[in-house]
């Protein structure tokens, strides 16, 4: 076990060595692995972990119900600091706003659509741009809005999001310095369930998207936000075609897949004309629990419900995630691409035994450090190379 085990080290490590080069000989140098990472807090550690780690952004969710939980009344401290973190550590910061306030929220039965009035919420993405000019790499207006539960219980349409991308995008560009702020369209759950009431499949709210003038030129400096997720399959893996490809399942549909998933999007692209921008995987990742310890030491063991994160262990999850990057690393239309995620290995998350937590690469006590972290630490990229931690 110990020689199998010290194998698959030797290639993942030359894996990321073979990225070297072929970024060196090959790929021009706005074309390097770009990585972002989730945060799950704004604390220092959590951004020198990032900046050790090799990332070149952190991504930061800055809920508009804690910024403002009272129409008027506001409270920076929190993006403030985050704001500070990335400068010090010389990450670029890209933010997500979503999570509305109690005040601003609107109930499904007013009839308007939507979960909150786009007026609204431009006003509050306007306050953040302007309160943050030249700080913020790029902006994510929501989140996976084709899910009930991320649009208040609202009806789920693609062209009612674009009421809301529009008001922000604009928001954002009457800004000072806003013309040169990337605008990334939200993240879809690739769910497979396509009911109108719990979800719309994301490649029908897609297509939802550009009937509603996503492609619009008049649109500039903006991507395409995508949730590639793969449960246990890996990155190159395609869907076989059937109702039933194995007996463990989560593999018996498209949406289980991150190439099939990443081509459908770029094929509704081109299906619209939209052959010049890129997508941003702002979401991705593969979990387990493999390695993850409980606070009193024990292993930890993965939630109900998720049987998927027990048939990969966290050489898998390294594995998987450097081919994903190296997939985006030569692949033209994507761009950023955002792992999900961190930190929310956090004791706490474990203990109560969280499904996010196994998405994490910095992981528990005694070994925190999950494999995908080194590696992607050694993997070559634009940003600044930083000293492993001890």
Same mark, same amino acid.
């Given at each position: ?62 809920? =508009?119900? #804690?910024?403002?939980?009272? #129409? ?16 010090y550590y010389d990450l670029g910061l890209i933010v997500r706003l979503d999570h509305p306030p109690d005040w601003a929220v609107r109930s499904p039965e007013n009839g308007e659509g939507g979960p909150i009035d786009p007026d609204a919420y431009a006003d509050f993405v306007a306050t953040v741009a302007r309160r943050y000019r030249g700080q913020v790499q790029?902006?994510?207006? =929501? ?44 993240? !879809? ?5 396509n009911d109108g009431v719990s979800a719309v499949d994301d490649r029908v709210y897609l297509r939802q998207m550009y009937q509603a003038g996503l492609a619009n030129p008049a649109y500039q400096n903006i991507a395409i936000g995508i949730h590639p997720y793969s449960a246990w399959n890996a990155p190159d893996a395609h869907w076989c075609g059937q109702a ?29 004309? #939209? ?64 792992? =999900?995620? !961190?930190?929310?290995? #956090? ?29 992607? $630490?050694? $993997? ?7 000293? !492993?931690?001890?």
């Open positions: 076990m110990l020689m199998e085990r010290s194998s698959r080290v030797a290639c993942f490590v030359l894996l990321a060595l073979l990225l070297t080069a072929a970024a060196a000989d090959s790929v021009a140098a706005d074309d390097r692995l770009r990585p972002a990472v989730h945060l799950l807090t704004a604390s220092d550690r959590m951004f020198q972990l990032a900046a050790q780690g090799g990332y070149e952004s952190a991504v930061q969710l800055l809920p =508009w119900r #804690d910024v403002e939980p009272t #129409d008027g009344e506001w409270h920076w401290q929190q993006p403030d600091f985050a704001v500070r973190a990335a400068e790029a902006y994510i207006v =929501w989140n996976e809005p084709n899910l009930r539960r991320e649009w208040n219980g609202n009806p789920l349409n693609g062209a009612d999001y674009m009421r809301y991308f529009d008001a922000a995008y604009h928001a954002i560009r009457a800004a000072p310095g806003g013309e040169g702020i990337t605008v990334v369209t939200a993240g !879809l759950a690739p769910t497979g369930i039933q490809c194995s007996d463990r399942g989560y593999d018996n549909h498209p949406s289980f897949f991150f190439a099939n998933t990443i081509e459908d999007y770029h094929n509704i692209m081109v299906e619209f004309g #939209d052959t010049t921008r890129q997508m941003w995987p702002t979401e991705f990742g593969w979990g387990t629990y493999d390695g993850l310890h409980y606070s009193d030491g024990t292993p930890a063991q993965s939630p109900e419900g998720f049987p998927y994160y027990d048939y990969i262990d966290a050489w898998d999850m390294a594995n998987y995630v450097m081919r994903a990057y190296e997939i985006g690393q030569t692949t033209p239309w994507i761009g950023v691409m955002f792992l =999900w995620n !961190l930190n929310f290995a #956090d004791p706490y998350y474990v203990d109560n035994r969280d499904p996010r937590a196994a998405y994490a690469v910095w992981g528990t006590a005694p070994q925190p450090e999950r494999p995908v972290f080194r590696l992607l $630490a050694l $993997a070559p990229k634009t940003h600044t190379s930083y000293p !492993l931690p001890e």
